[in-house]
């Protein structure tokens, strides 16, 4: 079940006001091990952020690759309001020992893949590194950014000429030889895909 967020109206935004496409791929990547949210404002976004930081018991958040605006946004929720130690990727870099355990790193990506879950960053290394260094990462893209599939994904390449790219599908995790499934062991332990209904940059 895909979680949705308040309309600002007392009410919940019903399945069928989200795009069937963007349904679809939230519901790829939760199958994936993503927790999964749609927000159709930054109110509900904040809300999200916050309710994923108490659950996973966060103290510090990591922000890498967010517009100055929504950091602000973020900062005045989740720092001023809520107590959180909020750091830029750039200044964390100093303490990543201390990242690998209570820490969430919100990053933007720059698409979704329908087809496979998939969240994709393109050529930034501040998003990568929050994706990659905290115990707990969340991608956030808006919901025109969810392409149908790697045909699409190979277009928006073509158009931008990143030098990289990375396509993250869920938590880290990985098996031995004898199938030992562990999670955490190259990335987060935990990672969450927000789309949004309204302009993140």
């Not at 949705?4 to 069928?16: A, F, V, Y």
């Not at 809520?82 to 720059?110: D, V």
């Not at 496979?116 to 956030?140: E, H, K, M, Q, R």
């Not at 030889?177 to 062991?185: A, D």
Request: include cysteine; aromatic fraction near 6%; charge should be negative.
């Amino acid at each position: 079940m895909i979680k949705k967020s308040n309309n600002g109206h007392g009410g919940s935004i019903m399945d069928e006001m989200i795009k069937p496409g963007v349904k679809k791929f939230l519901e790829k990547c939760r199958d994936n091990g993503f927790q999964t949210s749609y927000a159709n404002n930054i109110d509900s976004l904040l809300s999200v952020l916050s309710g994923w930081a108490v659950n996973w018991g966060v103290k510090k958040i990591v922000l890498g690759g967010l517009s100055m605006g929504l950091a602000e946004k973020i900062r005045g929720e989740l720092a001023a309001k809520k107590g959180y130690e909020i750091l830029e990727i750039g200044e964390a870099l100093e303490g990543l020992e201390g990242l690998r355990t209570g820490s969430m790193g919100i990053f933007r990506a720059r698409a979704g893949v329908e087809e496979t879950g998939g969240l994709v960053v393109l050529d930034d290394w501040a998003s990568n590194l929050a994706s990659l260094i905290p115990a707990y990462a969340v991608g956030l893209i808006e919901e025109d950014e969810v392409l149908r599939d790697y045909w699409m994904l190979a277009g928006l390449i073509r158009q931008n000429r990143p030098g990289g790219l990375v396509i993250i599908s869920g938590p880290s995790s990985t098996s031995d030889i004898e199938l030992t499934h562990v999670v955490g062991v190259h990335g987060p332990v935990g990672a969450g895909c927000i789309v949004v209904g309204f302009e993140l940059d």
